[in-house]
């Protein structure tokens, strides 16, 4: 995730979960023009796509196994929220679907939602949001 300021009801990031990720980050690095910083995941690397206009992470893109084996191959927006099993069972009461997690992430929680017609998003509650969330 990002250093920016996360507040509820804010999109605070954006990745792309894919089981060929060195492929997809070398994509867009030339379409784009983001150059890449590696992230170690413990045995491999995910990628931090960096503005060089900022200087700044803009984008992540992730390899589909462990943890995110289950996670969809487009790309997703996290929404901030402040407690992300509260807002997974409002999500379960409105009709939509808890589709992975919600788990921990860099000491805050998310999880990846899927509303009524059918679009994917994740809920991210940061660390100093999230501590008193129950898994």
């Known amino acids: 995730m990002s250093n920016r300021a996360m507040k509820p009801g804010t999109i605070g990031w954006q990745d792309l979960t894919v089981p060929n990720a060195p492929e997809v980050r070398d994509f867009y690095q030339a379409v784009v023009g983001w150059d890449v910083r ?58 939509g679907k808890v589709v992975a997690g919600p788990r921990m992430m860099g000491g805050g929680r998310f999880a990846v939602i899927q509303d009524p017609a059918g679009a994917t998003c994740a809920l991210y509650a940061p660390p100093q949001e999230s501590k008193s969330s129950p898994s």
């Open 38 to 95: 590696g992230e170690d995941m413990g045995g491999y690397e995910d990628y931090h796509m960096i503005s060089k206009a900022t200087g700044q992470s803009a984008a992540g893109i992730c390899h589909a196994r462990g943890v995110n084996a289950d996670v969809p191959s487009q790309w997703l927006v996290y929404i901030v929220v402040e407690d992300v099993a509260r807002s997974c069972a409002t999500c379960a009461e409105r009709g």
